[in-house]
């Protein structure tokens, strides 16, 4: 047990989220008096005289480590409860680091965006290397992430203009999959399963294309992304129907519209021939590895030989730009594992490639999978993206976007590569929160960006199939109120 005990402020939050983060454990308990057992925490903000920030670590009673903030960092913050907060983090990593040796590749931030703080500070015209101090000094970051972070948003630049920003990208969620895999979070139910309602579902997502056309028939539409689940677990005549009211309602001015393939048993001659008469121009084939051990313990039906059959039939099919997603530290993955995946995926040599860390989330089945299959530790997750990121450049592929997540192993992020102009814009977007991303379908959410107020409103949509289908009227109703207003 891990005991905290605040003095002088109460960021609870901030604080609680570091410590979990660095010691992958959710067994932190705040206290209103100091304890002499287990290890114990105190974290001071002074104000009386002169401000002064102090971080204590005790031991079964004995201080092992001290620590203070320097009250001069920060001058960009002119908020002062930000700039207390940030300086509290920095100096309770401090004292952390002086009695545990475990890495902090990411310091003190404990967002899942963190290219923001750097678009920040593009915007106020600071230079690369004046970005690199910040992110390591006063951040505490890596000089290998502070990098990363540098270059994924040189690469995001170029499309986050202010023409842009006035647009707005539409998401389509079809929550169906053949499966659900252990690690998964997001709404997914059997296509086995619920068959019987996938007519009325695209009928209802239909329905509030429809109404959001109406409401945002001022805005031009920049992107689409159908995601899931699995969108190409419909039918082929299903899905059809869903794209050609797209084009229908917002028109074919669409800078980019990506559909999830996903899953290769999903993907037949009739989904891919549908998907290329409708002039889709990206297309997912998400293996997540291609050890065909991994794929049965994780719960796909599907084998690395339907991997590359699927991939290459998209080819043959006159797809050019084609992801694939990977997942690193799969329950039972080694280093060996993920260089065998690395070595099929080059010689497919998709567009781009999505690496993400895995994740423990608690809506997924993986806890119960752990006492089978141990997970990776720190130093081996960061040996296998080590690895991802060599092969990456071996394909000639550029840092695009990236993000974080709670419960990652090893306390890494996910990263987006591209080849040159293959980036997919509608992650960029959805990332940097710069422009509305209206969201339709079961358990999506709606982001409504104003750029001038610096403000986003979430508008999300009930997850439940059922309650979807039944509150469809209602979830039309909380955007059009939302977007109303920022309009």
Not at 112 to 124: A, E, G, Q, W
Not at 183 to 211: G, H
Not at 438 to 455: F, L, T, Y
């Amino acid at each position: 047990m891990l005991k905290v005990r605040l003095i002088g402020h109460d960021f609870e939050y901030e604080i609680f989220e570091l410590l979990r983060s660095y010691y992958n454990t959710e067994n932190i308990k705040f206290v209103d008096e100091k304890t002499d057992n287990d290890l114990y925490i105190e974290s001071i903000l002074k104000q009386d005289i002169a401000p002064a920030i102090i971080t204590c670590v005790y031991k079964d009673g004995s201080l092992i480590s001290r620590e203070t903030a320097d009250y001069n960092e920060f001058k960009q913050f002119k908020d002062l409860k930000k700039k207390n907060k940030t300086l509290i983090k920095k100096s309770l990593l401090n004292a952390i680091l002086k009695v545990n040796t475990k890495k902090a590749p990411w310091g003190i931030l404990t967002g899942i965006r963190p290219t923001k703080i750097v678009h920040t500070l593009m915007d106020d015209g600071k230079k690369d290397t004046e970005i690199l101090a910040i992110l390591t000094d006063e951040y505490m970051i890596a000089s290998e992430k502070a990098k990363l972070l540098v270059d994924v948003c040189n690469q995001e630049r170029q499309y986050l203009t202010e023409e842009n920003s006035k647009k707005y990208s539409l998401y389509v969620s079809i929550p169906f999959c053949p499966t659900r895999c252990v690690y998964c979070s997001f709404p997914s139910n059997s296509i086995d399963k619920f068959k019987d309602y996938t007519d009325r579902y695209v009928d209802s997502v239909i329905y509030e294309l429809a109404k959001t056309y109406e409401i945002m028939k001022s805005k031009e539409l920049y992107t689409v992304y159908i995601g899931g689940g699995t969108p190409t677990a419909l039918s082929h005549e299903q899905l059809d129907r869903i794209i050609k009211f797209i084009y229908s309602k917002f028109g074919e001015g669409i800078k980019e519209f990506t559909v999830e393939a996903g899953r290769p048993d999903t993907i037949s001659k009739e989904i891919l021939n549908m998907l290329k008469q409708n002039k889709i121009d990206r297309i997912s084939i998400n293996p997540q590895t291609m050890c065909d051990d991994t794929l049965s313990i994780i719960g796909r039906k599907h084998t690395s030989s339907d991997i590359i059959r699927a991939f290459d039939m998209a080819r043959g099919y006159g797809f050019n730009n084609i992801n694939m997603d990977l997942i690193v530290g799969l329950p039972g993955e080694n280093i060996s594992n993920v260089e065998r995946t690395m070595d099929l995926i080059y010689n497919l040599k998709p567009s781009n490639l999505t690496v993400h860390t895995l994740a423990i989330k608690r809506a997924s089945k993986l806890k119960s999978y752990l006492d089978k299959y141990p997970l990776a530790d720190g130093k081996t997750i960061e040996k296998m993206l080590e690895i991802t990121q060599n092969w990456t450049h071996k394909m000639g592929m550029k840092p695009y976007y990236m993000y974080r997540q709670k419960q990652m192993l090893g306390n890494f992020e996910n990263v987006g590569y591209s080849i040159k102009d293959k980036e997919c814009i509608y992650n960029i977007m959805i990332m940097e929160e710069r422009q509305s991303i209206i969201a339709v379908g079961a358990g999506a959410v709606s982001k409504i960006v104003d750029i001038e107020k610096n403000q986003i409103t979430r508008v999300p949509n009930v997850k439940d199939l059922y309650e979807y289908l039944n509150r469809v009227d209602e979830m039309v109703k909380r955007k059009e109120k939302a977007i109303t207003k920022e309009l």
